[in-house]
């Protein structure tokens, strides 16, 4: 099963048939390593960030948390993306934990009473929707080719992020050495906002599943969740690479066991006197 079936699964129409579908109009590639990896060779992470409750600290300590950020953004030198995600609050955990509790009572009176406060809080945060916020720093870093593109051309990678075989191996080849340029970043981004009094996280590759699968699918993502990721099998392009250099084998030996071996005509010897 392909890693996008689960981020963004795509309607099959006339195009899909063909060989496209919503999945060939996502600019991303793979998700490896914590990174996210674009189709033209760009990685990006996610900074998993918390907040502040700016209004109830004191004027000091505002002054600080202000010349702290301010230090922060001055001290840039590369773009980064703020992310700010707003989403309907999601308790299931703790009421699956609490409807467990209560299954385990041996009281009946503490059973029924657990089992009650289980529904009461699920039946408030369906009736009150009640959100909560996420906030994200995305760091980016994009190879030397990717920058001399002109407007236009990434205007239209844009609109039709293609991806090819030749593309697979080139991002395979360039991995390692953005991985490593796009986490120094990172570092930096890390203590700045650490500076600032804030608790700082980089997602793994299941965050980073999550956080796409849920961006994409909002509705779905909270009646179908992803459980156990680490035990399901996610082709990667390394493996679909190689799947696909096994399926040419196969059609060119299966292409050359049909073709018709040519027959020795026999040469007519001439009578010797």
């Excluded at 030198?77 to 467990?100: C, G, H, M, W």
């Excluded at 992020?161 to 120094?184: A, G, H, M, T, V």
């Amino acid at each position: 099963m392909g890693l996008f079936d689960f981020i963004a699964p795509g309607k099959k129409t006339k195009e899909a048939q063909s060989g496209s579908s919503t999945q060939t109009h996502l600019r991303i590639g793979e998700i490896r390593d914590g990174v996210v990896v674009l189709k033209n060779g760009g990685v990006r992470a996610a900074l998993k960030t918390t907040s502040i409750n700016f209004n109830l600290k004191s004027e000091q300590e505002q002054n600080a948390i202000i010349y702290s950020y301010q230090g922060f953004l001055n001290s840039l030198e590369f773009p980064i993306q703020i992310l700010a995600r707003s989403k309907k609050l999601d308790i299931d955990n703790y009421i699956e934990q609490v409807t467990a509790l209560g299954e385990k009572q041996e009281n009946r009176l503490l059973q029924e009473q657990t089992l009650e406060y289980a529904q009461y809080i699920k039946r408030l945060v369906e009736y009150a929707d009640i959100m909560e916020k996420e906030f994200y720093v995305i760091v980016p870093y994009d190879p030397g080719r990717t920058q001399g593109a002109g407007k236009f051309q990434s205007f239209f990678q844009r609109l039709s992020p293609k991806d090819s075989y030749s593309d697979i191996k080139r991002r395979r080849s360039e991995f390692n050495n953005l991985k490593k340029s796009l986490l120094q970043r990172v570092n930096v981004i890390q203590a700045g906002l650490e500076g600032c009094g804030l608790s700082v996280e980089m997602l793994d590759t299941i965050g980073l599943i999550n956080l796409f699968y849920e961006s994409y699918n909002p509705k779905t993502a909270r009646e179908q969740k992803l459980k156990d990721l680490e035990g399901t099998s996610i082709e990667t392009d390394e493996e679909r690479m190689q799947n696909e250099e096994i399926q040419r084998e196969i059609e060119e030996k299966e292409m050359a066991k049909s073709k018709p071996k040519a027959k020795a005509t026999p040469t007519a010897k001439s009578p010797q006197g």
